[in-house]
């Protein structure tokens, strides 16, 4: 813990600051990348995942569910083909374009 001064508008705030571990990597891909990403629409947190790796899927089919700003959005398969990797699981949180699966 370190102790810091700082002024804010001519006001003197003493403040404490703790350094905390660096986050956690990203989860590894459960299988190898595919040719086609599946990619984060919008910040959000994943809340279900609804295909593995292996399954075939159509242009369409639901691969997992996305919840942002309190509504469940379902992320889809932009093309047919097989699911290659899953690259998150229940439960993380996404950014806006990270990579969620891909397909072959």
Same mark, same amino acid.
């Given at each position: 813990?370190?102790?810091?001064?700082?002024?804010?508008?001519?006001?003197a705030y003493? &403040?404490?600051?703790?350094?905390?571990?660096?986050?956690?990597?990203?989860?590894?891909?459960? $299988?190898?990348?595919?040719?086609?990403? &599946?990619?984060?629409?919008?910040? $959000?947190?994943? *809340?279900?995942?609804?295909?593995?790796?292996?399954?075939?899927?159509?242009?369409?089919?639901?691969?997992?569910?996305?919840?942002?700003?309190?509504?469940? %959005?379902?992320?889809?398969?932009?093309?047919?083909?097989? &699911?290659?990797?899953? %690259? &998150?699981?229940? $439960?993380?949180?996404?950014?806006? $374009?990270?990579?969620?699966?891909? *397909? %072959?």
């Amino acid at each position: 813990m370190k102790n810091y001064r700082i002024t804010v508008n001519g006001m003197a705030y003493d &403040v404490a600051v703790e350094e905390v571990a660096a986050a956690p990597a990203a989860p590894a891909a459960s $299988g190898s990348e595919g040719a086609v990403k &599946v990619a984060a629409p919008m910040p $959000g947190k994943i *809340l279900t995942i609804k295909a593995n790796v292996g399954q075939a899927v159509k242009k369409g089919d639901v691969i997992m569910i996305l919840e942002a700003m309190k509504m469940e %959005n379902e992320i889809t398969a932009p093309e047919a083909g097989t &699911v290659a990797s899953i %690259n &998150v699981a229940a $439960g993380d949180n996404v950014e806006s $374009g990270d990579t969620l699966a891909s *397909l %072959n």
